[in-house]
């Protein structure tokens, strides 16, 4: 909590996704962060539960990291976008599609996943065009999906909240497949066996309108805002498949699931399944600088590159693409997250996340557990007529118990830092446990 004698004006700055008059009334402030902890005002510790947003898989206050800023501030702090570049950028775009699935070869830089997923839809649009086919214009989102606040992602996204002041201006010509968790058992551990036929559904909105108006199907591979919605076994093939017969763009919106979360480089060599594009943000730079961007198969890039040699191909960027301080935090926390010690570390640390986790299961008032790789959500029944309080309540007793928790709903979700011990995984859970049975 913030200290009574604090002269901190906290009324001018308007908080993103956050009920502003009650945190203002009480406001939880955060002073610094170390390892997987950060520290409030008060001198109190809290265990990062979420890896910040998803974005601080190797903890904070990284070493390589900061040393790397330092030097990058002055040996180049900016350097425009547009007509001139710098090696890190060079180097940084090598270094993700070398981690990407095979046949993903070319990486364009934004600032976040919004910014990312527009990129992308852009990116699958004008493709189309390039080759002579402007009428697939259609994009197909799923229910439940997040894909940014951007009035693209809004729109291919599936969260009635964010999208309901904004109804009359969602882009037109989008449909939704259904959520993947549609009508599926509870207490699942990984990947449900049943639900496959839920991908059919693709089947359905391409014959409605045709595959040649349709661009691109977007989906995260495991739903993560919408609290860790797993896809089914063999889901994500089909969708590939569809997409295949009826020449449509299969997006992977990685910004969560991608580098390392689900033990894998990206969710797409987890599930055995290429897309055509790929957008991450979060992780790549560990969080410490914005930065995000969309990885492409070399047909498409390829596919730009018709036209007068001066032409410009793309029409779209943005003044930050690829900077350089962005760039040598994502240089150095590759170094890290590219590592198969990573990677084993993450796949060990998700068998102790599943047994603990789904040790809530008998609980009172929790309604589902779910989890893949490192992460995992734990649904709460609501109060009644009153959704999303009795997680805000579990939210706040979560920090009297020394974990800072992150809540959609009423649903909490857990994704902890890499850096993990078996332990803390351990005593995370427990802590949640007692934030549950206090919260009532
Ligand atoms: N796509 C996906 C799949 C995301 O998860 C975005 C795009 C947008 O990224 P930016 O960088 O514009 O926020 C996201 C972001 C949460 C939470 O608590 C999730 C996100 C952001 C903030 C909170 O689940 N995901
Ligand atoms: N608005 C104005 C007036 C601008 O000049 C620019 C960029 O030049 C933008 C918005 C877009 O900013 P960014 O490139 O950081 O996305």
């Avoid at 599926?184 to 108006?213: K, Y």
Wanted: with cysteine; charged share 20%; net charge neutral.
């Amino acid at each position: 909590m913030l200290e009574p004698s604090s002269d901190l004006n906290v009324e001018p700055y308007w908080l993103p996704f956050t009920p502003n008059r009650y945190f203002k009334r009480q406001p939880k402030i955060v002073v610094r962060a170390e390892g997987a902890y950060y520290e409030m005002a008060d001198g109190k510790r809290l265990f990062d539960c979420l890896s910040g947003l998803w974005c601080c898989p190797l903890g904070h206050a990284h070493r390589g990291i900061a040393d790397a800023l330092a030097r990058q501030v002055l040996e180049l702090d900016y350097a425009p976008a547009f007509n001139i570049g710098h090696p890190k950028a060079f180097r940084l775009a090598e270094r993700i599609a070398a981690m990407a699935p095979s046949g993903l070869t070319h990486v364009f830089f934004a600032n976040s996943g919004s910014e990312a997923v527009d990129s992308a839809l852009k990116i699958a649009l004008a493709y189309h065009r390039y080759r002579g086919e402007a009428t697939r214009t259609r994009f197909v989102g799923r229910e439940r999906g997040y894909h940014g606040v951007g009035f693209g992602g809004m729109s291919v996204g599936g969260m009635p909240a964010n999208r309901k002041m904004f109804s009359p201006l969602m882009l037109p010509g989008v449909d939704h497949l259904s959520d993947t968790r549609r009508g599926g058992r509870s207490f699942v551990r990984g990947q449900p066996q049943t639900g496959v036929e839920l991908a059919d559904e693709l089947e359905r909105i391409v014959a409605l309108h045709d595959p040649s108006n349709i661009a691109a199907v977007i989906v995260e591979p495991v739903a993560g805002s919408a609290g860790v919605l797993v896809p089914p076994v063999g889901y994500l093939n089909r969708l590939r498949e569809i997409c295949t017969r009826y020449g449509i763009l299969l997006i992977f919106d990685e910004v969560i699931t991608g580098f390392g979360r689900l033990g894998t480089h990206f969710a797409a060599q987890r599930f055995g399944v290429t897309p055509d594009l790929i957008t991450f943000a979060k992780a790549v730079t560990n969080g410490v600088v914005p930065m995000g961007g969309v990885i492409v198969r070399r047909e498409i890039y390829d596919a730009f590159m018709t036209g007068g040699e001066r032409a410009i191909e793309l029409f779209h960027g943005y003044t930050y693409s690829g900077h350089p301080i962005a760039a040598a935090a994502g240089l150095a926390a590759l170094d890290a997250l590219v590592q198969p010690a990573t990677l084993e570390r993450v796949r060990l640390l998700e068998q102790v996340l599943e047994n603990a986790v789904h040790s809530l299961v008998r609980e009172g008032g929790v309604l589902d557990v779910r989890n893949i790789g490192l992460a995992a959500a734990v649904e709460l029944e609501p109060d009644p007529g009153q959704p999303g309080l009795r997680a805000a309540r579990v939210f706040d007793r979560g920090i009297a118990e020394g974990v800072l928790l992150r809540v959609t709903g009423d649903t909490v979700a857990l994704a902890p830092p890499f850096i993990s011990t078996d332990e803390e995984v351990r005593s995370m859970i427990e802590a949640l446990r007692r934030a549950i049975r206090a919260a009532g």
